[in-house]
């Protein structure tokens, strides 16, 4: 079974503890956190439970941790002297982190090492979570920009037009992610070092 650090996307209503702040201009970031019990008395143990407990990816495989987003796009499309523009444009962002937490019953060497290890979970998340809100700026930007002169009163074209533009921007930023998380889950990279340290 695959064990892997990955970041998911999917329109999904926020669980748990959510904390509101702004992230960048026009975009509303919404974060909470859950976390899954993981026990063993060594590094190989721990590892097993994460195979075993961790959040789903897919039908069969699990995860280390996962980052999930889900922007939500504000506004509407009306037709203004001639021109289709979104009228009270906004992006809302949450963005919902998965993480293990080590049973307090584990042996100071490993909660050592595990504080290593998880320290190196929550900086490949963040990373997740930076593209999400490059992304949700990027939509944002479009939003406001997006001007289609017509004299279609319901702005059929134009609403056809911004979903093909939304569409190559979320394209653009799954090919980032996974780029990603290719070179971090690679032989030797960041994840696997991770592991490595976790179960020596």
């Not at 992610?177 to 994840?191: C, L, M, P, S, Y």
């Given at each position: 079974?695959?064990?892997?650090?990955?970041?998911?996307?999917?329109?999904?209503?926020?669980?748990?503890?959510?904390?509101?702040?702004?992230?960048?201009?026009?975009?509303?970031?919404?974060?909470?956190?859950?976390?899954?019990?993981?026990?063993?008395?060594?590094?190989?143990?721990?590892?097993?439970?994460?195979?075993?407990?961790?959040?789903?990816?897919?039908?069969?495989?699990?995860?280390?941790?996962?980052?999930?987003?889900?922007?939500?796009?504000?506004?509407?499309?009306?037709?203004?002297?001639?021109?289709?523009?979104?009228?009270?444009?906004?992006?809302?962002?949450?963005?919902?982190?998965?993480?293990?937490?080590?049973?307090?019953?584990?042996?100071?060497?490993?909660?050592?090492?595990?504080?290593?290890?998880?320290?190196?979970?929550?900086?490949?998340?963040?990373?997740?979570?930076?593209?999400?809100?490059?992304?949700?700026?990027?939509?944002d930007d479009l939003l406001s920009r997006f001007a289609m002169r017509t004299d279609d009163r319901h702005c059929g074209?134009?609403?056809?037009?911004?979903?093909?533009?939304?569409?190559?921007?979320?394209?653009?930023?799954?090919?980032?992610?996974?780029?990603?998380?290719?070179?971090?889950?690679?032989?030797?990279?960041?994840?696997?070092?991770?592991?490595?340290?976790?179960?020596?």
């Open positions: 079974m695959p064990l892997e650090i990955r970041r998911a996307a999917f329109a999904l209503a926020a669980m748990g503890l959510m904390v509101s702040q702004p992230a960048l201009a026009g975009v509303h970031l919404s974060e909470s956190t859950r976390y899954y019990i993981v026990n063993g008395q060594t590094g190989r143990e721990v590892v097993r439970e994460m195979a075993r407990r961790g959040p789903r990816s897919g039908f069969l495989a699990r995860d280390i941790a996962q980052t999930w987003y889900s922007p939500r796009n504000d506004g509407e499309l009306v037709l203004e002297n001639g021109i289709c523009r979104v009228r009270n444009p906004g992006v809302r962002l949450h963005i919902r982190y998965t993480y293990p937490r080590l049973s307090d019953r584990a042996a100071p060497q490993l909660q050592h090492r595990w504080q290593a290890f998880i320290e190196g979970v929550r900086k490949h998340e963040a990373q997740h979570a930076a593209l999400a809100i490059q992304m949700a700026d990027k939509i074209k134009a609403k056809r037009e911004m979903a093909r533009r939304m569409d190559a921007i979320w394209k653009e930023y799954d090919l980032r992610q996974n780029a990603f998380d290719r070179v971090e889950h690679r032989r030797g990279g960041e994840v696997d070092k991770l592991v490595k340290a976790l179960t020596r």
